[in-house]
């Protein structure tokens, strides 16, 4: 079965951190680039980052810009997003893509939250 799955979410205070992970089933994540997305309750979808395969690029939103960084380990087949300085603005559902028709290994040049596939995605809830 061809899968997205994220992991990492939780419940932390404002200023904590967190480290998300994306791990594929069925193909081979390393290939693809990969985008972060968060939906919020009563808010539209928006794109976070975006890692492409190789030296092809790092992407992220002026929104998270300095506190979010995501990087990937080909050997274990993951992706991260990092999550520092948190805000309680960020909480929301973060979930990653891809989306082999329109960026297939390279992100596009400005972050954006529409990619084909996604997996089911994981909570991070930031508290005052």
């Known amino acids: 079965q061809v899968q997205l799955v994220e992991s990492g979410g939780g419940l932390v205070q404002a200023g904590g951190s967190l480290r998300l992970s994306c791990v594929a089933a069925?193909?081979?994540?390393?290939?693809?680039?990969v985008g972060w997305i968060r939906q919020a309750p009563g808010k539209e979808r928006e794109g976070v980052s975006c890692?492409?395969?190789?030296?092809?690029?790092?992407y992220y939103s002026d929104s998270v810009k300095g506190r979010f960084t995501t990087s990937r380990d080909n050997a274990n087949k993951t992706v991260y997003l990092h999550l520092n300085d948190l805000k309680p603005e960020d909480t929301a559902v973060y979930h990653c893509a891809v989306d082999a028709q329109k960026y297939g290994s390279t992100c596009p040049s400005h972050v954006t939250s529409d990619f084909g596939f996604w997996g089911q995605g994981t909570q991070v809830t930031v508290s005052s």
């Open positions: 069925g193909f081979p994540l390393e290939i693809f680039a």
């Open positions: 890692i492409s395969k190789g030296d092809g690029g790092i």
